[in-house]
């Protein structure tokens, strides 16, 4: 009873989650124009320069709108 109802909560929320971090990449592809390992390996190399305000900005080498 109670244990199923709220593991079916649960449920739901994990996957309003992982809607939420499919937008994410989602949006991520569409404004870096690379997929997910890719934008991540870049910013692992230059944390810096690759992220958000970067890839706004155009300071990101291929990150210019």
């Known amino acids: 009873g109670a244990a199923f109802a709220r ?10 989650v992982a809607m939420v971090a499919m ?8 404004l ?3 997929g997910p390992v890719e934008n991540l390996l870049d910013f692992a190399a230059d944390a810096g320069r690759n992220n958000l305000l970067g ?4 300071a ?4 210019s709108l």
């Open 23 to 30: 937008l994410g990449y989602a949006a991520q592809a569409a």
């Open 55 to 58: 890839v706004l900005s155009g």
């Open 7 to 16: 593991l079916a909560t649960s449920e739901v929320r994990h996957g309003r």
């Open 32 to 34: 870096t124009r690379k």
């Open 60 to 63: 990101s080498p291929r990150g």
